[in-house]
């Protein structure tokens, strides 16, 4: 069974580091071809992708975001890991992992709340 | 920001036909990157409803259907059901090979 869970902070404050982690089971990073990427989808509006990295460690981000995202995985824990410096109001919003396999993202974790306040 | 684009809404009684667009450009539908669609239910994760822009994962009725052409790609649901109220997200790549989402749309079952 695959499965996926987000983890981190549920609050951050402005002009900080958000660090969230995936944990994942049923599947391996170090498989051709498989992929774990992020997302977020602020209250009430689209889905929005921001990063990805693959089985053999390359690493794309969204064009918008890509000086302030970084993304890293660790095979041995079944984890990757997402950073976003400089946190904003704007950044509130619910953010998830999924498994890619070729051009899909064919499993999701159920998502994190995160609220960026002082 | 979304650089696929869909209607905001589409509505129909139950047992009707809907279509959702998906248009985006010569930089990645049109560029031969395939689309995906997905599903969003209000408190459960995303479920993949069609990937390679016209296979379903096993698990998905064969109510939902995908097309590709041209820069433009779309989801029929037929036999339009209550519980197929949702949001729809279509994604595809682009030319730099960052994956792409759609503005989404939301289906109303009358």
């Known amino acids: 069974q695959i499965t996926l869970k987000e983890s981190g902070p549920t609050l951050v404050k402005p002009t900080q580091t958000l660090t969230l982690t995936c944990t994942f089971s049923?599947?391996?990073?170090?498989?051709?071809?498989?992929?774990v990427g992020w997302f977020r989808q602020p209250p009430g509006k689209a889905l929005e992708w921001l990063a990805v990295?693959?089985?053999?460690?390359?690493?794309r981000y969204s064009p918008s975001l890509t000086s302030r995202l970084t993304i890293t995985k660790d095979t041995s824990k079944n984890q990757v890991v997402l950073t976003m410096a400089n946190m904003d109001p704007v950044d509130t919003a619910t953010y998830s992992c999924?498994?890619?396999?070729?051009?899909?993202?064919?499993?999701w974790g159920q998502g994190t709340l995160v609220t960026v306040s002082s | 920001q979304s650089v696929l684009t869909q209607p905001p809404s589409v509505s129909g009684a139950p047992g009707q036909r809907v279509t959702i667009s998906c248009t985006g450009s010569t930089s990645n539908i049109g560029a031969g990157y395939d689309v995906q669609w997905y599903q969003l239910l209000p408190g459960t994760a995303p479920k993949l409803l069609i990937y390679e822009n016209n296979i379903r994962p096993s698990g998905v009725p064969d109510r939902f259907s995908g097309s590709k052409s041209g820069t433009s790609a779309s989801l029929a649901i037929t036999g339009l059901q209550a519980e197929d109220e949702a949001d729809y997200y279509c994604q595809s790549c682009d030319s730099s090979l960052s994956d792409v989402f759609g503005t989404g749309t939301k289906v109303t079952v009358l």
């Open positions: 999924a498994r890619r396999l070729r051009w899909a993202y064919d499993r």
């Open positions: 049923g599947f391996s990073l170090n498989t051709n071809g498989v992929g």
């Open positions: 990295i693959e089985w053999d460690d390359d690493k």
